[in-house]
């Protein structure tokens, strides 16, 4: 909520990782330029810390805090505005109430900057990428043209939304195309997660598929159906050559695992290991890697149900062009 309702023409995000220690975090804010920060409860403290070494920061809203503290918070913050999020939205309300409309009545400027991403990249102080909102709802159009999934379609988030990864494509893309995000409630809950809520789509790096892969192997062990299940592989394979798919039935035991809807999972962030995408598509669920950068919003390239190579990140998404600088053609080069 807080970052749409920034990024909706008012101003620029800067989400920052929760996971930051305190000095991290009022660097990040100070060179971010920050004049307004929303913060959980757990960072009171770094938050009083700011107010008194950041001038810059005019505004304060707390997203969770009891009502007996408010009052006493508040005089924390003085010379500074200071709210609590329920507070925040009464007053909202109360301004639409009153036929206030300035903020709905905004328009929306394609070239204003929208967020400010700290990437780690490879150097040792995060770099600062600015993306516009037409970097965004570029990238989100060129994915719907190369991947389109059925309304109601069910994800799990699991990546920090900090990251334009998730922020691209398992929250905004998500939306765009009409899906239903479901919050994991940490990485131990994933599996029961994706059980309660009948998950069918997930993004991730390729650590987490790893290790989706690395129980299937440990549990058909466990169970000595190894040898039994590279048969039925087989005899899948074969039928799906005359048009006859029935990995979902027959590996029906192992989908049951994963709550039973789980059909696509979408790579980036490093390499995977190829065997493990070709081992998922022979028991029925695909998982499509892709290229990409936070500077680019993300995604540059992509695999899809019709550019299916294991081991590859498919091809450019709708309207991208790429080019490889290299000294003579078929060279290896850089993107």
Known sequence: IAHLAVVNGVGISVPLDRLLPQEEVLALLRRGHVSAVFFDGSFLETMKTARQTLPGIETFICMKQSKASREETGESFSGAKYYVFEDLLSEGR?????????????????????ALLFTSGTTSQSKGVLLRNRNITADIVAL??????????????ILPLHHTFENTCGFLYVLYMGGCICVC???????????????????????????????????????????????????????????????????????????????????????????????????????????????TAPVVAGCNYKVFVPGTVGHALGNIT?????????????I
């Open 94 to 114: 109360k301004s639409l109430e009153e036929h206030d409309t300035s903020y709905i009545d905004r328009v929306i400027d394609p070239e204003q900057i929208a």
């Open 322 to 334: 790429i080019g490889i600088d290299n000294e003579k053609d078929a060279d290896e080069g850089e």
């Open 185 to 295: 409630d940490g990485l131990r809950y994933i599996q029961k997660n994706m059980e309660e809520y009948k998950i069918n789509l997930i993004v991730g790096v390729p650590t987490l598929f790893e290790s989706f892969y690395k129980k299937v192997m440990d549990n058909m062990k466990k169970q000595n159906k190894m040898a039994l299940v590279n048969k039925m592989i087989r005899i899948t394979k074969v039928l799906r050559k005359v048009g006859i798919d029935l990995r979902r039935v027959v590996f029906k035991q192992i989908h049951k695992a994963f709550g039973g809807g789980f059909k696509i999972g979408i790579c980036g962030a490093a390499a995977i290991d190829p065997k493990i995408i070709a081992f998922f598509d022979d028991i029925g669920i695909h998982i499509l890697q892709g290229y990409g950068l936070t500077e």
């Open 144 to 157: 719907a043209l190369v991947e389109k999934f059925p309304v109601g379609t069910r994800t799990l988030s």
